[in-house]
C-alpha cells in the first residue's frame, strides 16, 4: 500500500530564512503529489500540485521519482506562512488521497 | 457558491449515542470523501464516494456509516459513538482526480 512520510512534525525557523519541509513517500508506480495546507482556523487548501509546475505564494516542490520525494520549499519565509502543512499522494486514476501526518511551521519575526 | 459545507461545527455526545455528520456541496462534483483529523495521525480517510449510489470503505471505516443518494449530498453516520472517535471531521469533495475542496470541519467530543 502507498504511504507518506513527512519526518518532522514541527519546523520553527525565523522570518527571512529558507524553509525546505520533507515529504517522502512509497509507491511503485507513478503517482500525482500534492501539499496541502490549513492555517489557523481556516480549511484545508491546495497548495501545489506537482504536475502543474507552479510557484504558489513562493513555494515550489520538485517530485524525485529516483528519491521518492517531493519537499516543499520556501527561499524566504514570512510570518504569514505559519502553518500545518500535509503532503498527500494519489495513485494515477483515483480520487483518494492519502495523507501524511503533517508538518506545523511557524514563523518567528 | 457555497463550496462545501458541513453541520454541525461542533458535537459533543455521550457514549452509545447516534448521530450524523452533514455535508454538502453545491459544485457538482461527482467524488465525496470523508477525513478523520487527529493531533499526530494526519487526515485518514473514512469513507468515499465516486456518485451518487456508489460508497466505499477508506482507510478507517470501523463505526461510520455513508450513503449518497444524491450528487450534493455525502452524510456520515455514527451508530454507537465512542470515544476514539472525538476527533475533527472534513469532508472534501473534487470533480475527478482534480484539487479536493475541503469543508470547514466538524469538532466532535465524545464522552
Known amino acids: 500500500a502507498q504511504r507518506v512520510t513527512q519526518p518532522e512534525k514541527l519546523l520553527s525557523v525565523f522570518k527571512g530564512a529558507p524553509v525546505e519541509l520533507k515529504c517522502n513517500y512509497s509507491y511503485s508506480g507513478s503517482p500525482e503529489l500534492f501539499w496541502y495546507v490549513q492555517y489557523s482556523r481556516q480549511r484545508l487548501q491546495l497548495l501545489l500540485r506537482?504536475?502543474s509546475r507552479e510557484s504558489i505564494k513562493g513555494f515550489t516542490a520538485d517530485l524525485n521519482k529516483g528519491e521518492t520525494s517531493f519537499h516543499l520549499k520556501k527561499p524566504f519565509a514570512q510570518e504569514e506562512d505559519s502553518a500545518m502543512y500535509y503532503c498527500?499522494?494519489?495513485?494515477?486514476?483515483?480520487?483518494?488521497?492519502?495523507f501524511g501526518k503533517g508538518t506545523m511551521l511557524l514563523v518567528s519575526p | 457558491n457555497a463550496g462545501v459545507t458541513q453541520t454541525p461545527k461542533f458535537q459533543v455526545l455521550k457514549t452509545g449515542q447516534s448521530m450524523t455528520l452533514q455535508c454538502a456541496q453545491d459544485m457538482n462534483h461527482e467524488y465525496m470523501s470523508w477525513y478523520r483529523q487527529d493531533p499526530g495521525m494526519g487526515l485518514r480517510l473514512i469513507h468515499y464516494?465516486?456518485?451518487?449510489?456508489?460508497?466505499d470503505q477508506g482507510e478507517v471505516p470501523n463505526g461510520y456509516n455513508v450513503s449518497r443518494s444524491t450528487t450534493e449530498d455525502f452524510p456520515l453516520r455514527l451508530l454507537s459513538a465512542a470515544p476514539s472517535q472525538t476527533s475533527v471531521y472534513f469532508c472534501a469533495s473534487s470533480w475527478g482526480s482534480n484539487e479536493q475542496f475541503f469543508g470547514p470541519g466538524t469538532r466532535l467530543t465524545v464522552l
Open positions: 498527500a499522494l494519489q495513485l494515477s486514476g483515483y480520487s483518494t488521497l492519502t
Open positions: 464516494s465516486v456518485g451518487a449510489g456508489i460508497t
Open positions: 506537482h504536475i
